[in-house]
């Protein structure tokens, strides 16, 4: 039986480039690696895991779906299980924005034009994850807010293409998820941070004027960002 994938993984799993490899890293109990083997896309699925307990339920997962021979589970840290040009997207679902940059920065073969859609669902500071990857050349394919299990997600994919930006608080705080059914939703849950984010932030200063103005409901300053229209791939 295929398991039922919650909406952070089921738009996770419809930004992954079709045709082409892809690797599920933290794949945990193997759920979305079995939706992506069994749908026959890919010439490869490789679902990888820290740990071995995770992975042994990843197989049984695998196996209860029909498709265990559709689908390749390692034992290893990060991207350390994969090597350059194997796969052609890669998802990172469930850890942390500074845990997410850490493992692509341990990876310097992502860091390359025409190299995988790294497709990301941060458990936590989506804002932060969005400056880093605009800081280090990523452009965004998608940044698609979802709701599941009483919070707001933001489902991001983004390639390199070494067009370094620096974005403004708001573009962080918001991305393109305005563009998406759910925006307005994902906006006012992210406003809500806002008088926490206001704490310490200096008087006077331009992120204090921001966030100020946001708190105002006064429309942000916010230069245009390089991302790409939605459903538009980057050429490889």
Not at 49 to 64: C, F, I, N, V
Request: aromatic share 8%; hydrophobic share 45%; charged share 20%.
């Amino acid at each position: 039986m295929l398991p039922t994938l919650d909406a952070r993984l089921a738009a996770a799993a419809e930004l992954v480039r079709p045709g082409e490899p892809v690797a599920d890293i933290g794949c945990d109990h193997g759920k979305l690696t079995a939706v992506l083997a069994a749908s026959g896309k890919y010439p490869k699925v490789i679902g990888a895991d820290l740990r071995p307990g995770p992975l042994a339920k990843a197989e049984q997962t695998l196996e209860h779906a029909g498709c265990k021979d559709r689908a390749e589970l390692r034992l290893g840290d990060g991207l350390s299980v994969l090597t350059e040009n194997e796969v052609g997207s890669i998802v990172l679902a469930g850890v942390s924005a500074q845990t997410t940059w850490e493992i692509l920065e341990k990876a310097p073969w992502v860091f390359t034009v025409g190299g995988p859609r790294i497709i990301m669902i941060p458990a936590t500071r989506h804002d932060a994850l969005r400056r880093w990857l605009w800081e280090h050349g990523f452009s965004f394919a998608a940044d698609r807010p979802v709701q599941a299990a009483g919070r707001w997600y933001a489902v991001m994919a983004a390639e390199y293409t070494g067009r370094v930006y620096a974005p403004t608080f708001a573009e962080c705080l918001f991305g393109s998820t305005g563009e998406w059914p759910g925006g307005k939703g994902y906006a006012d849950w992210q406003k809500a941070k806002l008088p926490r984010m206001r704490l310490g932030v200096p008087d006077g200063s331009a992120l204090a004027q921001e966030i100020d103005s946001l708190l105002a409901g006064l429309p942000s300053q916010a230069a245009s960002r390089p991302a790409l229209p939605k459903g538009e791939p980057l050429a490889k």
